[in-house]
């Protein structure tokens, strides 16, 4: 709790809207964070202010395997596509089954895309984004809550998800470049100036 009034999405929604295009015609927003800091519902919260822009959740493009060495299927499947204005496709992995189905998930694109997820900052994807949001949780804090929501059955997939998100950051560290830090409030967010470049509009 910090004392500052909540940040009106719908206000931070227009800002994001009039940045210029950073994938293609597409202002791709990357939402991260560590898992349990709230990223899913920040960004659901964010595309309805945005006029429900399409959400891309990394959880989908990620697999057991390959925790975080997703980034060229997300190149090939999504950035590619939205690059050229076109709809993307891509297959979403089943954590029950292990395996991937068809690529037939369409993500449109649309003016401001979401993608949400850890490591949605990463290197190899800032050069596509338009902005770097970051959920401003301590980490123990975030995995204390992801555990508590994934319950008992769950807490070997933890046990291993830890060391890997703590690897993932210590070698491809997002928060230095998030443009905005994201806290929440008992209501709403706050939503601040992060360390990365400031942002200018078009």
């Known amino acids: 709790m910090t004392g500052h009034p909540p940040t009106p999405l719908p206000r931070l929604a227009d800002t994001l809207r009039r940045?210029?295009?950073?994938?293609?015609?597409?202002?791709?927003?990357?939402?991260?964070?560590?898992?349990?800091?709230?990223?899913?519902?920040?960004?659901r919260r964010l595309a309805e202010a945005s006029g429900d822009a399409p959400v891309l959740r990394l959880d989908d493009i990620a697999s057991h395997a390959e925790l975080f060495d997703w980034t060229e299927r997300l190149r090939r499947q999504v950035i590619g596509p939205l690059s050229r204005g076109e709809t993307a496709h891509y297959a979403t992995y089943d954590w029950h089954e292990r395996r991937f189905g068809p690529a037939d998930e369409p993500l449109p694109s649309a003016p401001v895309v979401i993608v949400e997820g850890v490591g949605a900052g990463r290197r190899a994807l800032r050069p596509h984004l338009a902005a770097v949001l970051w959920m401003e949780v301590p980490?123990?804090?975030?995995?204390?809550?992801?555990?508590?929501?994934?319950?008992?059955?769950?807490?070997?997939?933890?046990?291993?998800?830890?060391?890997?998100?703590?690897?993932?950051?210590?070698?491809?560290?997002?928060?230095?470049?998030?443009?905005?830090?994201?806290?929440?409030?008992?209501?709403?967010?706050?939503?601040?100036?992060?360390?990365?470049?400031?942002?200018?509009e078009a």
């Open 139 to 200: 980490r123990e804090e975030a995995w204390q809550r992801g555990r508590r929501r994934d319950g008992a059955v769950q807490s070997d997939f933890w046990d291993g998800w830890e060391p890997a998100e703590r690897r993932h950051f210590a070698e491809d560290p997002s928060r230095p470049f998030a443009h905005y830090l994201v806290r929440q409030c008992p209501e709403g967010y706050e939503v601040l100036q992060g360390p990365g470049v400031a942002l200018t």
């Open 19 to 43: 940045l210029p295009p950073s994938c293609g015609p597409v202002r791709l927003i990357a939402v991260d964070g560590h898992a349990g800091s709230g990223k899913s519902t920040f960004a």
